[in-house]
Nanobody, 118 residues
Framework: QVQLKESGGGLVQTGGSLTLSCVAS????????MSWVRQAPGKELEWVAG????????SYADSVKGRFTISRDNTKNTLYLQMNNLNPDDTARYYC???????????RGQGTQVTVSS
C-alpha cells in the first residue's frame, strides 16, 4: 500500500528556512507526479507545489512562488520542499501527496508541522 513519510518540519522565525522530505513506498514513485500540500488549523487543504516524474513540469502556488523549491530524487523515492523566507502565513502541517494541483489522491502520511514565529 502507499506509504508517505514526511519529515523536516519545525519551529523557525520569520525569514528562516526549512527543508522538508518525504520518503515514499508501496508504489512506483518514479512514475508519478507528486505534490506538497498544507493545512493550517481551521483552514482548507492548500496545494503548494507539484513536480512530474521527469522533473520537467514544475508548478507553485502564487503564495510560495519564489520562496519554495520542490525537487525529487527518484533513486531514493524521496520528494523535497526547500522553503526559504518563511513567514507566519506558512504555518501549517505539510503533506506530500500523489498527483497534481486539482487532482491529488487521498493517500496521506502523518505530515510534518511547520511553525513560523513572528
Amino acid at each position: 500500500q502507499v506509504q508517505l513519510k514526511e519529515s523536516g518540519g519545525g519551529l523557525v522565525q520569520t525569514g528562516g528556512s526549512l527543508t522538508l522530505s518525504c520518503v515514499a513506498s508501496g508504489f512506483a514513485f518514479n512514475r508519478f507526479t507528486m505534490s506538497w500540500v498544507r493545512q493550517a488549523p481551521g483552514k482548507e487543504l492548500e496545494w503548494v507545489a507539484g513536480m512530474n516524474s521527469l522533473r520537467t513540469d514544475i508548478s507553485y502556488a502564487d503564495s510560495v512562488k519564489g520562496r519554495f523549491t520542490i525537487s525529487r530524487d527518484n533513486t531514493k523515492n524521496t520528494l523535497y520542499l526547500q522553503m526559504n523566507n518563511l513567514n507566519p502565513d506558512d504555518t501549517a502541517r505539510y503533506y506530500c501527496v500523489l498527483g497534481r494541483k486539482g487532482s491529488i489522491t487521498a493517500d496521506r502520511g502523518q505530515g510534518t508541522q511547520v511553525t513560523v514565529s513572528s
